[in-house]
């Protein structure tokens, strides 16, 4: 869904009651990690620059053409599970990091604790 220039885009990061700071994407590439990459903050530490010939950066999914390229991301993350529900609940906007599937928070704060009971 898009809100005022932004997507607001759900993720289930975890299973257990873990914090979002220690949240891995299931995988580093697809939909979700292009999604976080070219519309998520921009990120907090460059790049180191050693004078090499860059790679080509792999095409994004087909269906983020779809978004204009100047939109953000917020991202809804929550920790849930079939028998205990939801556990955690936060929003903010994160950066995935290159060399793996960690984000990088740099805002997030909780929604209101109302948690529904499943998932």
Sequence with gaps: MIV?????????????DAPVTAAPLRRASGLRA?????????????????GLDELEEQDAHRDLGQLPPEVG?????YACSMDRGVMRLEWGAAELRREDRYLIWHHHEPLASAYGSGC
């Design 34 to 50: 292009d999604l976080i990459r070219r519309h998520g903050p921009e990120p907090m530490q460059g790049e180191l620059d050693l």
């Design 4 to 16: 005022s220039d932004h997507v607001i885009y759900p993720i289930r990061y975890a299973k257990t």
């Design 73 to 77: 991301l917020v991202l809804v993350a």
